[in-house]
T-cell receptor, first 113, second 116 residues
Framework: DTGVSQDPRHKITKRGQNVTFRCDPI?????LYWYRQTLGQGPEFLTY????????KSRLLSDRFSAERPKGSFSTLEIQRTEQGDSAMYLC???????????FGAGTRLSVL | SQQGEEDPQALSIQEGENATMNCSYK?????LQWYRQNSGRGLVHLIL?????REKHSGRLRVTLDTSKKSSSLLITASRAADTASYFC????????????????FGQGTILTVHP
């Protein structure tokens, strides 16, 4: 499978715990995006990388959120001190710079109890 | 209200009928894209229309773009039960330099149900 993969698919955690999600983009894609989607809504942009550089972060991305893309390959999104409001589907996508058609992974569904 | 709002929020039709969904947006765009999402899963890209294009076709899909009204429509002809999904428009906004910001801004989506 050469698509975008995300791990884990589901994560249940208790409020206050830290969680980390991983995204492996399509190998030749130099851009990687993170979005968050809540029930009944469209995805909301969180942040994106071009190679290893983080080019933009949304105001939605509070200080508790951090994302990395070491070596411009896979990316991790960490949420510290989770809150119930963090419960959502976290989607990763990748694209080539030249064509902004984004290919999405299946997402990680986070439930904060 | 959000960029990229879809209308209607929900659409229920019979197999074989056509489905039309509309999208409005607010800023200047490089392109507008439509994505499909099956229940609880990732999004799949359907079609992209550039800001200098007015209409585009792909199989049973027809997309129109009216930049003067900042609106787009997606028509699915001869619908099938397998078309049941949520459909989202997403805008690739143009920055002051005339290039893409990179991120996509999605609307709330239209839930399409096609009854066999």
């Amino acid at each position: 499978d050469t698509g975008v993969s995300q791990d884990p698919r589901h994560k249940i955690t208790k409020r206050g715990q830290n969680v980390t999600f991983r995204c492996d983009p399509i190998s030749e894609h130099n851009r990687l995006y993170w979005y968050r989607q809540t029930l009944g809504q469209g995805p909301e942009f969180l942040t994106y990388f071009q190679n290893e550089a983080q080019l933009e972060k949304s105001r939605l991305l509070s200080d508790r959120f951090s994302a990395e893309r070491p070596k411009g390959s896979f990316s991790t999104l960490e949420i510290q001190r989770t809150e119930q409001g963090d419960s959502a589907m976290y989607l990763c996508a990748s694209s080539l710079v030249a064509k902004n058609i984004q290919y999405f992974g299946a997402g990680t569904r986070l439930s904060v109890l | 209200s959000q960029q990229g709002e879809e209308d209607p929020q929900a659409l229920s039709i019979q197999e074989g009928e056509n489905a039309t969904m509309n999208c409005s947006y607010k800023t200047s765009i490089n392109n507008l894209q439509w994505y499909r999402q099956n229940s609880g899963r990732g999004l799949v890209h359907l079609i992209l229309i550039r800001s200098n294009e007015r209409e585009k076709h792909s199989g049973r899909l027809r997309v129109t773009l009216d930049t003067s009204k900042k609106s787009s429509s997606l028509l699915i002809t001869a619908s099938r039960a397998a078309d049941t999904a949520s459909y989202f428009c997403a805008t690739d906004a143009r920055n002051a330099g005339g290039t893409s910001y990179g991120k996509l801004t999605f609307g709330q989506g239209t839930i399409l149900t096609v009854h066999p």
